[in-house]
């Protein structure tokens, strides 16, 4: 495995985190402290404001209001990557700046993603203002490359563009293309320079770790964080493919879902909060019988939460 020019404090899994909302659409601080020290107990980062934070639905002014109180809540700002990455270069760069003055080891950041079949000289563009307008040599940025979501293509000329001309700056990436010979692509193009490339789902953490990536920033981490860190941090070991099968199986039950509103299903069912359920419009919870379905699904493979 090559070993980074860019010393991380981040460890090999990260979950984008869940948000708890309030009753009136607000995120509750509080609790997703309680949720990101669970997950720092059981070896696993916080990439807070992802996709699965339903982030997207959150203002710039919630997020960086939240982080505050999770890093003056106890949270270690090296375990932390929050998404930073927005339509606006001006919110990036707020929210961004407020990351790096926190201490975050990284930001998570999107690509532009209103406007389609930009060019990649826009997208560097893009970029290159946010590092610019941040200004800081404490900043590391990773790329989040989300085709599915976004419907923004991150080319290798692209990536390799930004970390040539960035090197200490833009010093990774999470691809959730879902497509491995892409992500291999990446690795086997910018790894050896240093460059940190994070699988999208735990999925392909054994494909990332043997190709010389460095782990992955996963749903299902917010659920099943021990054993995803543990395959991580043993993935040498003889029995790490069964291990993976595993991890597969967790994820193949909540795949069958609405991924988002099936993991607050778990986390309100093994907390005993009800308040977990919920999730921003256009998303819905689970329907009751859907509920039940997951819940017997993972009952069926002893699936638990301990600790939570």
Known sequence: MTISLHPSTLPAVLSPVITPFKADGSPDA????????????????????????EANSMSAPQKMSTLTALVEGGLKPEHLMPGTG?????????MTRHAVNHKCAGVLMLPPFYYKDVTDDG??????????????????????????????????????????????????????SGDWSYTESVIKLLAPSGFRVYAGSEVFLMRTLRAGGVGCISATANVNPKAIAD??????????DDRQ????????IFAKYQMI???????AHYTK???????????????????VQLLSELK?????MPGL
Do not use: H
């Open 123 to 176: 997208l560097f563009a893009y970029f290159s203002e946010v590092i610019q307008k941040v200004g800081s040599t404490a900043l590391q940025i990773y790329i989040y490359n989300i085709p599915p979501v976004t419907k923004v293509t991150l080319s290798l000329s692209l990536l390799e563009r930004l970390a040539k001309e960035y090197p200490k700056t833009v010093v990774g990436m999470k691809d959730s």
């Open 273 to 291: 909060d009800s308040e977990w359920l919920r999730v921003r419009p256009p998303l819905m919870q689970l329907s009751a019988e859907q509920q």
């Open 245 to 252: 099968a595993s991890l597969d199986q967790v994820r193949g």
């Open 30 to 53: 509080s609790k997703l402290l309680k949720q990101c020290q669970w997950l720092e107990a059981n070896g696993v980062g916080q990439a807070i404001f992802g996709t699965n934070s």
């Open 231 to 240: 395959l991580a941090a043993n993935w040498k070991d003889s029995n790490a």
């Open 300 to 304: 069926a493979i002893n699936f638990n």
């Open 261 to 267: 509103a099936g993991m607050k299903t778990a986390v």
């Open 86 to 94: 927005a339509t606006s270069i001006d919110a990036t760069v707020n």
